[in-house]
């Protein structure tokens, strides 16, 4: 299986490629259009900043191209934020793939802390990602913004309040949690993604 992973100025990309190895599959790394296009699947990981990243990816290129890709796209965390329409990180302009604008959290409590970060549930999954889950299973967040609930929708987290931990529409799939980095969890979801 041909799998490409995004290659821009975000990070995590690493540990994406590592789970990828855990699975089997030799991942390439790549920035070029021809190799993404001929992929079997597309990974779009990324820790960072919305604006700087979306100018970075506009000045490539690179956002034409992930915007048009036909076979499945798995957007993970900052990758998630940069598939919806606008993010209120730096005022950033997204792909637009997902109708939904990324919303920053904000405290109700002293108890909310932000970044929300580690293990939280998933639940009323679904779609393919989520093939197999029967119950709520945990998985790792590390995240300040957040994709409001939609009609596309395929996970919800409750944290501060309900949110979209995963999205689907058409080819292109997205988690805000991070599944390199959720245990057995994780290695399951990326199996479903791979066997899509």
Known sequence: MNVAIVKYNAGNVCSVDYALRRLGVEARLTADETELRKADKVIFPGVGEAGTTMAYLHASGL????????????????????????????????????????????????????PHMGWNTLSVTRGELFAGFDK??????????????FEGTAAVTDYIHPFSAALQKDNFYATQFHPEKSGSVGERILHNFLAL
Do not use: T, W
Request: include cysteine; proline fraction near 3%; charged fraction near 25%.
């Open 63 to 114: 956002d034409q191209v992930i915007r048009s890709l036909c076979q499945p796209v798995l957007g993970i965390c900052l990758g998630m934020q940069l598939m919806c329409n606008h993010s209120e990180e730096g005022d950033a302009q997204g792909l637009g793939i997902f109708d939904v604008d990324v919303k920053r959290f904000r405290s109700q409590r002293h108890e909310d802390k932000i």
């Open 136 to 149: 709520e299973e945990y998985v790792y967040f590390v995240h300040s913004y957040y994709v409001p609930l």
